[in-house]
């Protein structure tokens, strides 16, 4: 069996792995010239720590990890507001989390794909003709003219797909506007370096704020996110930066005075990706191409590595592709719906929108240092651990979902 993937993120590396050790011949397809470097930080955990645990790629990732102890509100002048205790977050969890850069995600999936997986940069897929008759293959062509023919091509490319315009039309279909602006990039500065000790740093402010933390390296990661309900890219994405957090105070312009240029910086809307369907004929989608929950969630990356291993072992098991795709299905689209809904709900927690939403959250947050609280409100944010990876992607496809927020 044969499958091209499309996009060598977490979704499309984490897939290769799995349909190589499966003994499936594999050609990935990623349009940028080399694994990307450029990042930001991802706490890792759930289901997808389960399939990273699963495909032998834990230990690395732990090596590669940097733990944080504290979410650290701070004011204009540094001063801490209020606080959140990550070790109460790992703790339930079960120890199960890691803070880690995404590339480093990448880098420790790619480390693990062994077998027959061709890995091909700087290409893209330019055309896509899938009759859908049972035994006809898919049959593509690549940017660099070559033809290639496969059982299955999964759409990996992220929450911009290709793939998914090709097939199922138009973004405008299926991208929901959260009703924010993402930018995160990575700078040199040793002495916010040390002034973060292990904590992620954030401003406790609303409308806008932008959150530091320090990377095992000696970098520093600055993740940025502001409202507006206009999901339209500036041309000037740093000028953009300057103007809408100059004025947030504390060691923000350090941070704007030290923006790489526009091609290192990640700058999209938020969004969320919503289709009736997942799959056509010999062709599917996942991760953010089809399931993006958005930062909000906090759990994209981990449900991109979770449900490769969900779809390889659906491949594996269901007796055919379009059985598998239908079965991937079923089980993988309730437990992203939930994420999303998840993650809308939790929006005005992660950024309030006026001072009265700031106070909330400051209240809230100073809760969680009451004994007892602070299991509850990781558990509402991480939801409930329980359904083990395994038992959704090998399991009976009913009846699978007890216990999923
Ligand atoms: C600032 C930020 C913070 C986040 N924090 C967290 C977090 O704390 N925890 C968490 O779990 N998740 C987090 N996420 C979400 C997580 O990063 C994504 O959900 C995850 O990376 C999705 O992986 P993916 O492989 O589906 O897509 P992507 O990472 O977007 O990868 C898609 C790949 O496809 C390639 N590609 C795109 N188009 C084409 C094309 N036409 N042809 C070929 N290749 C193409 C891209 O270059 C890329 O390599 C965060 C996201 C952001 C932006």
Redesign the pocket.
């Known amino acids: 069996m044969k499958a091209v993937i ?9 897939l290769a792995q799995r349909l190589g050790a499966q003994g499936w011949r594999v050609v990935v ?4 010239p080399a694994p ?1 470097e450029q ?8 289901l ?1 720590y389960d399939a990273a645990e699963l495909m032998g790629a834990l230990p690395r990732l732990k090596e590669l990890s940097h733990p944080v102890r504290e979410w650290t509100y701070v004011n204009a002048s540094g001063v801490r507001v209020a606080g959140l205790d990550q070790r109460g977050f790992s703790k339930a969890m079960r120890g199960r989390l890691l ?1 880690v850069l ?1 590339p480093h ?2 880098l420790a999936v790619r480390e693990r794909i062994a077998g027959d997986v061709d890995l091909r940069y700087g ?3 330019a055309s896509v003709d899938d009759t859908g008759e049972a035994g006809s293959p898919v049959r593509l062509t690549l ?1 660099d003219g070559t033809a290639e023919q496969a059982d299955l091509l999964v759409g ?8 998914r315009g090709m097939i199922f039309g138009p973004e405008r279909r299926h991208l929901r506007h959260l009703g924010f602006h ?3 990039w990575l700078f040199e500065d040793p002495e916010v370096h040390r002034l973060l000790a292990g904590r992620f740093c954030c401003t406790d402010s609303y409308g806008r704020q932008l959150g530091v933390y320090g990377v095992a390296d000696g970098r520093v990661a600055a ?1 940025a ?1 502001h409202r507006t309900g206009d999901p339209s890219l500036p041309a000037d994405v740093r000028r953009t930066l300057r103007e809408e957090y100059g004025s947030l105070g504390w060691i923000v312009p350090r941070a704007l005075d030290r923006l790489p240029t526009a091609r290192d910086v ?1 700058y ?1 809307q ?1 969004a969320q990706i919503e289709l009736p369907r997942w799959s056509r004929g010999r062709v599917t989608l ?4 089809c ?5 909000l ?9 979770a ?1 490769g291993h969900l779809l390889a072992r659906r491949l594996e098991t269901a007796g055919g592709v379009q059985a598998a795709l239908a079965a991937y299905e079923r089980v993988w689209r309730p437990i992203v719906a939930s994420r999303q809904r998840g993650a809308r709900r939790g929006a005005a927690w992660f950024l309030p929108a006026s001072p009265a939403g700031l106070l909330v959250r400051r209240a809230g947050i100073r809760l969680t240092a009451l004994p007892g609280v602070s299991g509850l409100v990781s558990a509402a944010l991480g939801g409930r651990p329980g359904v083990p990876l395994t038992r959704l992607a090998d399991g009976p496809e009913t009846g699978t979902l007890d216990g999923v927020q």
């Open positions: 499309c996009g060598a993120g977490i979704a499309g590396l984490g397809v990623e349009k940028a990307r990042g930001y930080m991802i706490d890792f955990w759930g997808g803070t995404r995600i990448e290409r893209t897929i940017s990996a490319d992220g929450v911009h797909s290709a793939v993402m930018a995160a993740f996110v990640y999209d938020m996942l991760g953010d191409a399931a993006a929950v958005s930062p969630a906090g759990q994209g990356a981990s449900l991109a590595l449900g």
